[in-house]
């Protein structure tokens, strides 16, 4: 990966450019961090021409190893105000790392009303008007770009919210089924939208095996690697077979499943959306438990979920959205939640922003409490054509909450508070708080030890400890979001001790470096620390480190307990 | 002024408390400042039980000085997030300062769904359950107070808006003419709605002419201070004829009239809306040119203004709201402008707030440009009823400019702009990203000495000096704001030296006291530094006080100016 795509769309021109020497070393999370963070302005508009929106797969992408198909994305949010760095699956990482690309770089906007197409190939990009697809949803998107350039092109796109430059809006990538995979958070789609650009085709002729330094190196360690994936109880079983899902149960019992918009912390219909349900489901109807987002996915912790007469409904059926649409917003049936996901999809939507937003609004009364048919008219309707009430919703949970003066909030930076209650699960809330991102579990998945006995076990409902579990698992996730690696990866290095040595081997046999665990480690600090940089000079300082008021004053059922870390506590986050 | 009333809507209690000896010397903004910053944390929610409400009238209100009526307000911010402290006429300020009362503080929040009003006395503060006055706008309010309790009462009431918890509400106050006075800027009327409070009415029973330590020494002060109100003029003449409208045509000859949501500073239409068309519509049709606020009003710059058929139509009638109507929105007829004016002050929104955010949405395409038929109905049907569109337009100008994903949003700290374009009127600029309320002009009002060449000549398109411009005038104006004096006092006081001296000599023989100009001065450092903290510590840094990014990047005629003020220099503000 030796080269840089420059594509700026004010003059509609594109440069390709060496590899600086600072960031050979970068991939992913990474290189994107790295790049909007010396690039864009921290206090510039994230739908302005002085944003960037910059796409590298990570450093292990593109080879052999398992898991390595993870995709980067980054750029200013529109949601949060922040840097962001989102993550997908997808077949664009693979297809980009054997073109040699290491990073596309979009920058500037066109002044007129022209919309675009990129079509990046071995020998640089084409910058094309684009009209026909205008409108459509993903899918349709996906399927034209198949008929028009071929199937084995990759293709990033957005739905209708992107092109609305909605903040709930994220970046669809196609995977190996035609499917849709997302670069979920922190409203990516509209920093897109707003340089008019509608999809990026990646033609995958001329793509070639990367080099490797150590051959024989790199397969025994990735040999070892595949088998801690395995052997690992939950991505080598518990994932596979129930998908995320898992975690509906799971999280009920340890009265962290915010029900209600946040009201409870147990939702007495948890049974009927949960992971063993949709089993049940998938296999009586002829869908497919297992399934991965990319080439070389080991854990195939997506499915193919059908419907009762054995039609496609969705995949990629995730936790969070199953949690928002049935505990937070109250919608029992599961079939109707996998429709609503599959919608989301289609529009090119975050599906935690959303349907968080969603219960918001129900709390407000914009809807009943779990009318999912209401709510898949309002996507369809109101959030696709962009009318009023579109508009007012496809802000997102924070502006949809303070349009109707609502105290109960559950955002963090702006963003949506994803599936576990921070009073009974406290790493989880070190981390929503502390976290550059805005409230996102993948930053640092403190649920793992709360709650799952991985990598050892801090009390979930006591504050001791969480501080430095969260910091941890942060600056792990981090130098795991720059290699392409599944942040599931993560179970295995935590217990398995194989694990983290075989991925720093990998790096070493790739690219013929003598790199140790402290260099990981090293890298993940400095990732962090160039991010929260960018958040202080964008003006997040640390008074924004914390969670929402209400959660200090409503007692959570069933532990009955509050968020009572001291801020100073929290502070120490940033001590290192 | 010896007690503090002290009203928990938690628990529905009332406590008399007599004053700190800290607060003793504070009034109006100091007083609330103080109190705010002294009892609200800076991250609570402005919506939520604890943010407090605090009224306080000025130290010299209630006396017979001239132009001594306003009324003092402050809370945190649903709209800015931080300090607020509005100010306003009517008649509460002069009635409870009489009744010996120095601020009402009203803290919690009740539980359930019932509304209350409280009826405010020499004795207390008796809580009443309100049903109705519900819904109804503020003239019926007053109407409605002033059948039921006596024409006599002080009349604090929310309209809808408020009711609504929408972050363009704000709060009313009954003028002597049961006519409506607002404190207007940064969502105040939610925090009051919030608290389930409709109105507040004050008896102003058992009210008694405030002692003075030196009666003749008064007396001869006021004299002297009435005088320089008189002979300024832009006191005695300008705005005594013209209102404050007439500075349309003065600002739009300087080329910084923001024109169609702030691309142009010059507006062809400005003679449709001029002051001085204003001027002879209300001769022409037996309005009143010249009209008070407030008891002791000398500089009368408000006015009865009438339609074609001599009916009534509006009173209060600012130039930043005809400006954001007229020029702003493009609406040139300047009975539309009067109409729509009135109906702002019926709903409870901030006139400024509001018809920036309309100019926002009109370039996003929700109504036609000019369309004043169209916001009527919008306000009418949408806004006053809370409808999905009302509450996407009843969160502010950000909210809008947001939900659409514009990059042209005038706001800082989410506060609209007001009607002066900082590219060529660079110390008006200085004021907006400095001041702790959020974009507002009469935080600093360096129009005056940038255009007016009052209190000397600074050049409006040169950076140099205008830092210490707007810090010697925001310092000046908290003092003020502190005494219950009009700013308006501020034209005089710049160029007439005799007008600062009564003053002090005014608050020196009320109170007994031996202060000086410097006294003054240093008053209005600790009211800046007070609010300042607080905002500091609500997580608005340094990074916040800076203009929107598009006056950097989009070139304003007629001088072809961008903002270019480092943001080194403006950080200077501070050193003080």
């Known amino acids: 990966m030796h080269k840089i795509y420059r594509v700026n769309m004010t003059d509609l021109s594109v440069k390709i450019e060496p590899v600086p020497e600072a960031w050979a070393g970068l991939g992913g999370r990474a290189l994107t961090s790295t790049i909007v963070a010396a690039e864009v302005p921290p206090t510039a508009h994230a739908l302005g021409p002085n944003n960037k929106l910059v796409f590298a797969p990570g450093l292990l992408s593109g080879t052999a190893a398992s898991n390595a198909g993870r995709f980067s994305c980054g750029a200013k949010s529109p949601l949060t ?115 008019k650009i509608k999809f990026i085709a990646v033609d995958p002729t001329g793509g070639a095996a990367l080099k490797l330094a150590d051959p024989a190196k790199f397969k025994a360690a990735n040999l070892t690697f595949t088998k801690t994936l395995n052997d690992h109880p939950v991505s080598g079983q518990g994932l596979k077979k129930y998908g995320t899902a898992v975690l509906v149960n799971v999280i009920n019992e340890a009265g ?78 599961l079939d109707v939640i996998a429709e609503i996901d599959n919608v989301f999809d289609d529009l090119g939507v975050d599906s ?70 921070p009073r009974p699960i406290k790493g989880i809330g070190v981390t929503y708080a502390t976290t550059t991102q805005g409230a996102d579990h993948t930053a640092g998945y403190a649920i793992a030890t709360n709650i799952l006995n991985v990598g050892g076990k801090v009390d979930p409902l006591k504050n001791e400890g969480q501080v430095e579990l969260s910091r941890n698992l942060q600056i792990a996730t981090a130098a795991v979001d720059s290699t392409g690696l599944c942040l599931f990866i993560a179970f295995p290095a935590l217990d398995i001790p194989e694990c983290l040595g075989s991925v720093v081997d990998m790096l070493n046999a790739r ?42 004053l409503e007692p959570l059922a069933p532990h009955d307990v509050t968020w009572d870390m001291d801020q100073k506590e929290l502070a120490t986050f940033w001590n290192f």
């Not at 849709?180 to 939208?193: A, D, H, K, N, Y």
């Not at 993940?524 to 960018?534: I, M, T, Y």
Request: hydrophobic residues 35%; aromatic residues 6%; glycine residues 14%.
């Open 81 to 195: 105000g922040g840097i962001k760095e989102s993550s997908a699956g997808g077949t664009a990482s693979r297809i980009i790392a054997r073109l040699g690309i290491k990073a596309i770089v979009i920058e500037g906007q066109p002044a007129g009303d022209t919309w675009y197409s990129l079509v990046v190939s071995k020998d640089g990009v084409e910058i094309r008007p684009e009209t026909e697809t205008l409108g459509m949803g993903t899918f349709a998107v996906v399927e034209k770009v198949n008929e028009r350039l071929g199937e084995d092109f990759a293709v990033i796109t957005l739905g209708p919210a992107g092109e609305h430059l909605m903040a709930i809006s994220n970046i669809s990538v196609k995977d190996p089924e035609s499917k849709i995979r997302s670069f979920g958070r922190g409203g990516l789609g509209g920093v897109m939208g707003s340089k």
């Open 256 to 333: 962290g499943l915010p029900t209600k918009n946040f009201t409870s912390g147990q939702c007495e219909n948890h049974d009927a959306f949960s992971g063993e349900t949709m089993y049940d489901n998938i296999v009586a109807r002829g869908g497919e438990p297992s399934h991965g987002c990319s080439i070389g996915c080991q854990i195939q912790c997506s499915q193919v979920y059908n419907d009762k007469d054995g039609k496609y409904l969705t995949s990629g059926f995730e936790y969070e959205t199953i949690w928002a649409l049935g505990a937070d917003g109250l919608i029992t049936d």
């Open 352 to 421: 935690i922003e959303t349907p968080v937003m969603f219960a918001v609004a129900m709390e407000a009364g914009l809807l009943p409490w779990g009318d999912g048919k209401r709510m898949l008219q309002i996507l369809r309707e109101d959030i696709a054509k962009a009318t009023p009430l579109g508009r007012l919703l496809g802000g997102g949970t924070g502006h949809v909450g303070r349009a109707f003066g609502l105290t109960r909030i559950p955002v963090v930076k702006n963003q949506a508070i994803p599936a576990y209650d």
């Open 511 to 552: 690219y013929g470096l003598s790199l140790t665990g402290d260099d990981v480690v090293a890298l993940g600090k400095h990732v962090l620390k160039v991010e929260h940089a960018f958040n202080l000079a964008a003006g997040l300082g640390p008074e924004t480190d914390r969670l929402p008021e209400f959660f200090e």
